[in-house]
């Protein structure tokens, strides 16, 4: 069977199955102000996922449902986000980060330990940014002292997605001060219910609390959880950072797009009939539809000739700066349209994307792809020096 008709199979078999198992009431169940309704419809639909073999399509073959090319793997996120499927927010760095982590550089006994718990619902988190080190990563000071079996850690993380919620926590830790920032970083995994660890969830202007931050107060670390070798866990980070491929781009905006309806409903009262939107709306709404017709066919370019080796330096900065552009005018034009009755605060559904039903929510929560991911100045420095040719930043 060609690569095209067994895609074309999987995507049908894909909407057949979502037809027997979305829950109708997903969005009821994941209101921003029932956060145990949330972590309940999130495992329940986990453990669906993970049953169907759609879960891992990304892991190696020897796994339920793993194996899969890019080009399925895009399909299957690509079919999941248009079926209207809740997005797998609580197990992303489970699934991603954590698991590809420990199948390109863990051990056999890390491996076996951590990748049967993740299918079981084992949630992870990642501890690698810090207040002086975010898009500056390499200036991390969470300091490790090595101490016969045990590393001693203390310091302080930020950011991290739902830690609160986190059983383990992909650490990084600086081991070495002698040299260069990235020569002396070091990959730990800490379990989160370790003595001198303390979580804190972060209150975002949305009111959501997305992310936490860590307290680190000399936790110990038994040395059979370093993952590579001391002082080398820079190495292993790039391999962290690169393990969902863009796939979460593919996913989002394919939920965008899904979602212009609601951009139709606030300019018409509700109705939706857009036979009634006044030549500014309409002009306003074809606009926004165009752009992301334009970032999907960027998006098929992208990973077309990433599955084919030729993905060129700086690609993905180019799309990044592209979609954080697009996600805050498609909310700000939304909550243009919808007028004064966007200002009010209404219920929120957690982890939607594009569907929480409230635009305010939707336009302050879009300026996190400013930063998430690496900060768009970051990536007009990727573009500027190593896709233009322009001259290197002078720092300090």
């Known amino acids: ?21 979305l829950p109708d009431d997903w969005r009821e169940r994941q209101r921003g102000d029932d956060i145990d309704g949330f972590l309940k419809m999130q495992r329940e639909w986990f453990g669906k996922l993970v049953e169907a073999g759609y879960a891992t399509p990304h892991w190696p073959a020897q796994w339920p449902g793993g194996g899969r090319s890019l080009a399925e793997q895009i399909a299957m996120f690509e079919e999941l986000a248009r079926g209207g499927a809740p997005r797998m927010s609580l197990f992303f760095v489970s699934l991603y980060h954590a698991a590809m982590t420990l199948v390109e550089c863990g051990t056999e006994a890390q491996r076996a330990r951590h990748l049967p718990a993740i299918l079981k619902g084992e949630i992870w988190c990642q501890g690698f940014s810090e207040p002086g080190a975010g898009s500056d990563l390499a200036g991390l000071r969470t300091r490790a002292e090595r101490k016969g079996d045990r590393y001693i850690v203390s310091g302080q993380k930020i950011w991290s997605t739902l830690g609160q919620f986190a059983d383990q926590c992909l650490l990084l830790v600086r081991t070495d001060s002698s040299g260069p920032k990235q020569a002396g970083i070091t990959f ?44 080398e866990g820079w190495k292993v980070a790039q391999v962290t950072l690169s393990s969902e491929r863009g796939l979460t781009l593919v996913e989002l905006t394919e939920r965008m797009a899904l979602s212009l309806w609601r951009l139709v409903r606030a300019a018409t009262g509700g109705t939706g009939d857009a036979g009634s939107l006044d030549p500014g709306a309409a002009r306003s709404v074809v606009d926004i539809s165009a752009r992301i017709e334009g970032m999907r066919a960027m998006l098929a370019t992208l990973m077309a000739n990433r599955i084919a080796g030729r993905e060129a330096v700086g690609d993905a900065s180019i799309l990044k700066l592209a979609y954080s552009r697009l996600s805050r005018d498609f909310t700000a034009l939304g909550l243009r349209l919808k007028g004064m009755s966007a200002m009010r605060d209404t219920r929120y559904v957690l982890g939607a994307g594009y569907e929480t039903g409230n635009w305010m929510f939707d336009f302050l929560n879009s300026y996190q792809y400013n930063i998430a991911g690496g900060s768009n100045e970051i990536q007009r420095n990727i573009v500027s020096e190593r896709v233009l040719g322009m001259p290197r930043e002078k720092l300090g």
């Open 1 to 21: 069977m060609s690569q095209e008709a067994t895609i074309a199979n999987l995507r049908t078999e894909i909407h057949q199955w979502l037809a027997q198992n």
């Open 188 to 231: 730990l995994l800490m379990d989160m219910k370790s003595k001198g660890v303390d979580v804190r969830p972060i209150r975002q202007i949305t009111g959501d609390e997305e992310f936490a931050e860590i307290f680190l107060d000399e936790v110990e670390i038994p040395v059979e959880n370093l993952v590579g070798k001391e002082n």
